[in-house]
């Protein structure tokens, strides 16, 4: 009987370690995302928040100096210290959006798109991908069944919220402000209709 109760223990703790480990595997990554989410769109990177449907891109100072919070708490330090960070959430309901890359001459570049609710990435554009010439790209959701424009490559997004997270790579302090000009010629617009 004694032995039978040692088990029996064993089996609740067990049972209560495979359920907090489930736990943790599925819901952590989310709450994080929705943590990552909520401090964009509030804090922004120390610069205000940052509308939905818009890209922030990374100033010079603070890529300069990322440690420097004097002005203001910062969501991040950075982890890149060779490229700007262009940053922005997405909500794709109302419809889909353009994406606008300028000729980036050769130089290193990308523009990440993730899918929060799984926390997967499910689209590049970037040197690697797509070249680095001018271009444009629709960004679709799920269910989004309109008329294409012509000449324009579609994303679709698995989701109707989207993280996105651009690089663009600075080569030099003296290439800093060629890149960060470079930066901020990638941009988002709504589809317009013909």
Not at 145 to 163: C, D, F, R, T, W
Not at 178 to 187: E, F, N, R, V, Y
């Amino acid at each position: 009987m004694i032995e039978h109760l040692e088990y029996q223990h064993l089996l609740i703790f067990g049972s209560v370690l495979v359920a907090v480990w489930f736990i943790v595997i599925y819901f952590l990554p989310r709450m994080l995302l929705t943590v990552f989410k909520r401090a964009i769109l509030v804090k922004g990177f120390g610069d205000g928040p940052i509308p939905i449907n818009t890209l922030y891109i990374q100033s010079q100072a603070l890529f300069a100096d990322p440690l420097n919070t004097s002005g203001s708490k910062l969501m991040t330090t950075g982890v890149n210290r060779d490229t700007l960070l262009v940053v922005g959430w997405l909500d794709l309901r109302k419809g889909p959006l353009i994406l606008h890359v300028p000729d980036m001459h050769g130089r290193y570049y990308s523009v990440q798109f993730t899918d929060p609710s799984k926390n997967t990435n499910f689209a590049y554009v970037g040197k690697r991908t797509t070249g680095t010439e001018a271009g444009a790209y629709l960004i679709s959701g799920p269910s989004w069944k309109g008329a294409m424009p012509q000449g324009v490559p579609q994303i679709s997004s698995p989701n109707n919220s989207v993280l996105v997270i651009g690089r663009v790579f600075v080569d030099s302090n003296s290439d800093l402000p060629t890149a960060h000009g470079l930066a901020h010629q990638i941009q988002l617009s709504p589809l317009t209709k013909p």
